[in-house]
């Protein structure tokens, strides 16, 4: 199971870095693009962190916090991310205060991580 949910966080974390890649691309080359450029930061970012989670799940920290923490970043990065770019191109967000729960979830998940190094490891 966790090597199942493993495998679709990473995907997720590749689609996160094309899309932040994209988003960094718009922002660089596009007009008034001011909300593109933290969208892609948080994409690239928590990509990485993503795929940090599920490589350290199971062999320095207790897998299912870690897989929980992934999870979290790829929910909240879309949460954050997401309403960022839909404001930029139809001008209007994704719901009301969806950035701010997107930002409060990254932190619960960072949060999370640093849990999963101290809980005891199931072996």
Do not use: E, Q
């Not at 199971?1 to 495998?7: E, F, L, P, V, Y």
């Not at 930061?41 to 490589?55: D, E, K, R, T, W």
């Not at 320095?60 to 960022?84: E, K, Q, R, Y």
């Not at 994704?94 to 950035?99: G, I, R, S, V």
């Amino acid at each position: 199971m966790i090597h199942r949910i493993g495998r679709g966080l990473v995907m997720a974390a590749g689609l996160m870095g094309a899309s932040g890649v994209a988003l960094a691309a718009l922002s660089a080359h596009g007009g008034d693009a001011a909300r593109l450029a933290p969208a892609s930061s948080m994409l690239l970012f928590h990509a990485a962190a993503v795929i940090g989670a599920v490589a350290l799940a199971g062999r320095l920290v207790h897998a299912a916090i870690a897989m929980t923490a992934g999870t979290g970043f790829v929910v909240a990065a879309a949460l954050f991310s997401g309403d960022l770019a839909l404001r930029h191109f139809s001008g209007h967000g994704l719901f009301p205060f969806a950035p701010p729960i997107g930002g409060t979830l990254l932190i619960a998940s960072w949060l999370a991580l640093a849990l999963a190094a101290i809980w005891p490891r199931r072996v």
